[in-house]
C-alpha cells in the first residue's frame, strides 16, 4: 500500500453538505466514500420505535449524490447505522431510499445489506456464558430486560463491511455500526498501519466538524499512507489546523489519548500534528492496541409508556417568589385528583410528570450553576402513563389544575400559567428509554451480523 484516497461527504447522512465540495472531493479519485447515518445522541426513541431521525427527503438528496459518484468512479459505498438506530426497520428504510434512486438513475450494482440487529435468543444465550458485561452506567441487565426491549442493536466493527466488500459488494447499507468501522474497513483490507487508519477514521467519520470553524455539514478528503495519513476540507473557504485536528480526538471520548473500538484501542500519546498545507494536516505516531478479546457494544431501548406534554409560561412575580413550593404543592394536589379520577386504580408508580423549568434551570437542572429566576420563566410539564388512553387523562386533568393552581396572596381565582397552544396537551406518543448499555465477547466479529446480498 502506497495510498488509500477517503471521501467522507459529511458527519451524517441527511444533515446536508455542499454539492461543490462532494464533487472536489470526486474529482481526487477515492478508492471509497463512507458516511455514518445514525447515532445514539437523539435518545432511545429511534432504537425504541424504529424510526429514522433525519427525513426522507433529506436523505434522498445526500444518498444520491453518493450513489451517483459511486457509479462514475466504480469503487466501494459504506454506510452505516442506517435508519438512525442501525436496527432492521432502519435498514430497510435505507435500503428502499437506495433502490428508489437506483430505478430513476438506472443504476446497477451489488448491494449488501448487514443486519445488527440480535436474536434474543443469542442474547441470552451469550448472558448465561457469562459474556456480556456492563458498562458505566448500565442498567440492571437479566432476561426480564432482554423481553422487555424492542430492540437490541449489536455495534459491529470492520470485519463485517470488509468481508462484504470482498464478497463483491459495491453498495454497504450496515446495521448499527462503529462510526470510524466504516472507514478502517477498507484499510484493514489492504493491510494499511491499523494505528494511522484507526485515527483517522475516527477524524473523518464527522466530516467538516474537524476543521478550524464549522459553517455547516460539509466534506473532508483523507489521504492514508504508511507512516502518516493527510486531512484536507472540500470548502476552499475553510481549512483544518493541528489544534482543530488534536482537539477532535477529544469529541466523544473521555480521554483524547486512549480511545476504545470493537477490537482494541487507539493510542494518540505520541501523535505528532504538523501544517501540511496553510488547509491541510498531516499526522503521524499514532499506534493501536489490539484487545485481549474482542467485544460488541449492545444497544437496546424499551417502551415505558405515553407521553404527553405541556408548555406554559409563568410571569406573575407573585407565583415567581414562591416557584419551587409552587410546584410542589400543584404536584401533591395533583395526586389527590389522581385518586379522585380513577379511584385509586392508578397509583403514583403508574405515571409520572417531570416539570423542566426553563429560564431557571430547564437546561442542566441541578448542575446550574446560576439558579436565578429571571422576570418569567417557561415550564414544560413531562407526563408519562402507561397508554394513551390514561396519559390523555392524566394530562387533560394537570393542565387545567397548574392553569389555575392558588397562591396565598389571592384567595380568588387566578390563571397563573400561560399556554401558548390549544389545546394545551400535545401528544408526544411512545415513550422508550435505553435499557442495554453492555458489551458482548462473541467467538467471532462477524457471527452476530448476517448479509444479505442483492444484485440492484
Known sequence: MNEIRILSPTGVIGSGFREESFQRGVELNPHFIACDAGSTDGGPAFLGGGVPHFAWEGTKRDLRLMMLARDKLNIPLILGSCGTAG?????????????????????KFKLACIHSEQDKAYVKRRLKE?????????????????????????????????????????????????????????????????GLAWHLAKIVECGAACVVQRKRPDSVFAWLRDDHFVIEPLDL?????????ASHTLYENADPFLITEPGGTIVTTDAHYEAETDRSVRVSGSRFEPAERYSIKLEGAEKVGYQFVIIGGVRDPYILRQLDSWLEQLLERFKERVVDLFGGDIGDDDYTIIPRVFGRDGVMGPLEPMPKVGHEVGIVFELTGPDRQIAHALAQTFSHLALHFPIPEWRGLITGLAIPYTPAELDKGEVYRFCVNHVVYPDDPCEMFRTEFEEV
Open 130 to 194: 457469562g459474556r456480556i458485561a456492563p458498562l458505566h452506567p448500565a442498567p440492571h441487565f437479566d432476561e426480564d430486560t432482554i423481553d422487555r426491549a424492542t430492540h437490541i442493536v449489536g455495534m459491529m466493527g470492520p470485519e463485517p463491511i470488509a468481508a462484504a466488500i470482498e464478497d463483491g459488494a459495491d453498495m454497504v447499507l450496515a446495521g448499527r455500526a462503529s462510526d470510524t468501522s466504516l472507514f478502517a474497513a477498507v484499510p484493514m483490507m489492504q493491510q494499511a498501519n491499523m
Open 87 to 107: 436496527g432492521d426497520a432502519g435498514l430497510a428504510w435505507m435500503r428502499e431510499i437506495a433502490l428508489e434512486i437506483a430505478a430513476e438513475e438506472g443504476l
Open 237 to 245: 473557504d475553510n481549512r483544518c489546523t493541528p489544534q482543530s485536528i
